[in-house]
């Protein structure tokens, strides 16, 4: 597939997404769509990636979705949004939180509606200073999709995830970070060499269990917890088996660097 509205590129274990549509703001359209299912199906295939960082071209992270998009057109009907909703943010988010590999947002500028929901989506989300989060969808008589009923009540509470889903404000990017919402803000300046680092540092981890993590912690709160303890079990017994622990202990025992390969 040739990709209009995307960028897609993979280096040195580290694939990187770039929405891009700079001049409407990163906003998703149905072709962005297709071309993000292309692309997270080639990445899960590829064994050689052990990361991805998805960020927005331009001034803004992604503005959520482009009310323009043929599929948001009323015509003598109105739109059927949750078939927008079904075909397109339930795969995406669906994808990202089974892709085989650790995600990482790069937040620049405005992640709003169902940008912001993609950004949490990831398992690490690293803002610039002057970013922001918008739950915009109340402004136009919308609930919260792409996740975010879920995501917002399980990292900063219930009080504030109503406060942010129901009035609309704008949440800046280190008060994001001071709530929990995100993992870190950043100079704007240093934005790009953090991740970077960041992005290398994970790319050099073991794999599998980063991933296995992140389905555990997302399992805990409809488990008990006994049942998270089988999980967590059940998890151990795999990776107990893998060539990353394997080498994890031969590292720690000959006192030297792993060197892991994501097996």
């Not at 109105?78 to 590999?101: C, F, M, S, W």
């Not at 940008?115 to 918008?134: E, H, P, R, T």
Request: proline share 5%; aromatic share 6%; charged share 20%.
């Amino acid at each position: 597939m040739q990709y209009q509205n995307i960028l897609f590129e993979r280096n040195a274990g580290v694939a990187r997404l770039t929405l891009n549509r700079p001049d409407k703001l990163n906003s998703f359209t149905g072709d962005m769509h297709a071309e993000l299912r292309d692309a997270l199906d080639i990445l899960q295939a590829d064994t050689s990636a052990r990361v991805l960082v998805i960020t927005g071209a331009g001034r803004a992270f992604c503005a959520g979705q482009d009310l323009a998009d043929p599929a948001m057109a009323a015509t003598d009907k109105a739109p059927d949004i949750g078939n927008v909703v079904e075909q397109n943010y339930k795969p995406l988010v669906l994808r990202l939180q089974n892709l085989r590999v650790p995600t990482v947002a790069m937040v620049n500028g405005i992640a709003a509606g169902a940008g912001a929901s993609l950004a949490l989506a990831c398992d690490l989300v690293i803002a610039g200073k002057s970013a922001s989060f918008l739950q915009a969808f109340s402004k136009i008589g919308l609930v919260p999709d792409t996740g975010s009923t879920w995501f917002l009540p399980q990292r900063v509470g219930m009080a504030r995830a109503l406060g942010l889903a129901m009035l609309a404000d704008k949440l800046p990017a280190e008060t994001a970070a001071q709530w929990g919402l995100i993992w870190q803000a950043v100079d704007d300046s240093a934005l790009a060499e953090t991740v970077d680092k960041l992005a290398s540092q994970l790319a050099a981890m073991p794999t599998k269990a980063l991933v296995r993590t992140r389905q555990a912690m997302h399992a805990a709160p409809s488990h008990t917890l006994e049942q998270q303890l089988s999980m967590e079990g059940g998890f151990m017994r795999e990776l107990g088996w893998s060539p990353d622990y394997a080498e994890g202990v031969a590292a720690f025992m000959e006192k030297r660097p792993p060197r892991f390969t994501g097996n």
